[in-house]
């Protein structure tokens, strides 16, 4: 993969990546979901072959609606298998802008993260590496397409994840 060597467009990039996670790890549900386009997609995909996730299962593949569907349910006061609420710390490294992947339809971004999830005194770790297609918008970016490929993907989890990785 040929590297964009614009460091100005890379750091503004890391500090968008490193803002996300942020929200994330402060639960600013809302914050995180305005990230994102209209239309914009967030995708786990099942196994790293898939192009698509239409049409074959995903870990998660979801629009705006299923976003706030999920932000609704991790925030409900009665929602008693988040309580007491999992905490979480993403740290994203590696980030790359692909060029030749990048054109009319957005800035393609790949990036190395880790998360580790404290739930009921377990911590769970999560690594992998998301891909952004972001649009560039004033002097910010929206997300158009966040895809997350879990390294373990194929393994079994304890229980169901809650939370955005």
């Known amino acids: 993969m040929t590297v964009v060597t614009d460091d100005v467009l890379l750091r503004k990039v890391e500090q968008f990546l490193y ?5 994330l790890d402060s ?9 994102f386009t209209p239309e914009g997609i967030y995708w786990m995909p099942a196994h790293p072959d898939h ?3 239409d049409g ?3 870990i998660f593949h979801e629009d705006m609606y299923l976003m706030r569907t999920r932000m609704k349910r991790l925030d409900h006061p009665r929602a ?26 957005g800035l393609v971004v790949t990036s190395k993260f880790h998360v580790v999830e404290l739930r009921l ?3 769970r770790y999560f ?14 970016f929206r997300i158009k397409n966040q895809r997350v490929d879990l390294l373990n993907y194929d393994s079994p989890f304890d229980y169901v ?3 955005w990785l």
Do not use: F, K
């Open 19 to 23: 803002d996300q996670s942020d929200m």
């Open 27 to 35: 639960r600013r549900w809302q914050d995180w979901i305005n990230l």
């Open 51 to 53: 192009e698509s996730g």
């Open 56 to 58: 074959v299962p995903s």
């Open 80 to 105: 008693w298998s988040q309580s007491p609420a999992p905490r979480c710390n993403h740290i994203v490294s590696n980030v790359r802008i692909d060029p030749s992947r990048s054109n009319g339809t």
């Open 121 to 123: 005194e377990n911590q």
């Open 127 to 140: 690594t992998g590496t998301y891909t952004h297609t972001l649009l560039q918008e004033g002097d910010g």
């Open 161 to 163: 994840l809650q939370v």
